[in-house]
């Protein structure tokens, strides 16, 4: 079946701009995670939700970041007054979900440079 | 502070020969471990995982061993193949929660033929 879709693929924007980043996760799952990865880093949390759960924000940067879930599917991150170091591939994962295994399918990100 | 530990940033090892990449945790919580396999300009991709309760895993030439006193696993590739070249992120996720994955910085591993 389909695998976990981002769009843009790559975003190119100026400082201070707001920025809105698009997941579908895998048909089914339950869970969806999005991270980011700045150049020469590994992959860093940012948010988790889990069916109609309270999302997990414990790992956005700021309160300039936040995301949404419409029900278990299309996900979006938005992240308002872009700096520089914003600048990072934004990936997004799905998972069956606590009862359902706990491996994360990933996304191909999106390529986020803010100018 | 970081919980998980890639200490090599690179390996390069001769097509047919064994890679082994190495992985070391902090967090005595982490329950549940996964290696994913990146190429430039892709998402990670999903290639193994164990459970804590377990000390080797096996799938094809993929192989993860998880040493729980010594909070250290490794993957084993063999034999390697060109086409295995790519970053390796070790991953762990905490017992319960919201089950984020926590990554190492990865390993660059060359396979040359």
Same mark, same amino acid.
């Given at each position: 079946?389909?695998? /976990? ?8 924007? $100026?400082?201070?701009?707001?920025? $809105? ?52 599917? /299309? ?13 990072? /591939? ?23 440079? /803010?100018? | ?13 001769? !097509? ?24 430039? =300009? ?15 895993? !096996? ?26 070249? =790519?970053?390796?992120?070790? =991953? ?6 919201? !089950? ?14």
């Amino acid at each position: 079946g389909a695998g /976990v879709s981002q769009s843009p693929s790559n975003k190119v924007t $100026e400082k201070g701009k707001d920025v $809105e980043l698009r997941c579908d996760p895998i048909s089914g799952h339950t869970a969806l995670y999005w991270y980011r990865q700045r150049l020469g880093q590994g992959l860093e949390f940012l948010i988790y939700f889990q069916g109609n759960s309270a999302p997990d924000k414990s790992g956005l940067p700021s309160d300039r970041f936040s995301a949404e879930r419409t029900g278990e599917s /299309v996900s979006t991150l938005t992240i308002q007054r872009t700096q520089q170091e914003d600048s990072a /591939v934004y990936l997004c994962a799905s998972s069956k979900g606590t009862s359902g295994g706990k491996t994360q399918y990933f996304g191909p990100g999106t390529r986020l440079l /803010v100018l | 502070d970081q919980q998980v530990k890639q200490n090599s940033p690179s390996l390069s090892v001769q !097509e047919g020969r064994i890679s082994i990449l190495n992985c070391d945790y902090t967090n005595s919580m982490f329950d549940y471990f996964l290696w994913y396999k990146k190429y430039p =300009a892709e998402g990670p991709t999903f290639l193994i995982s164990i459970s804590s309760i377990k000390d080797k895993n !096996e799938d094809g030439r993929f192989t993860v061993f998880l040493n729980k006193s010594a909070k250290h696993l490794s993957l084993h590739i063999v034999p390697s193949q060109p086409g295995d070249s =790519a970053v390796y992120f070790c =991953a762990a996720v905490t017992q319960g929660g919201s !089950e984020k994955l926590v990554f190492g910085k990865g390993t660059k591993l060359t396979v040359n033929p």
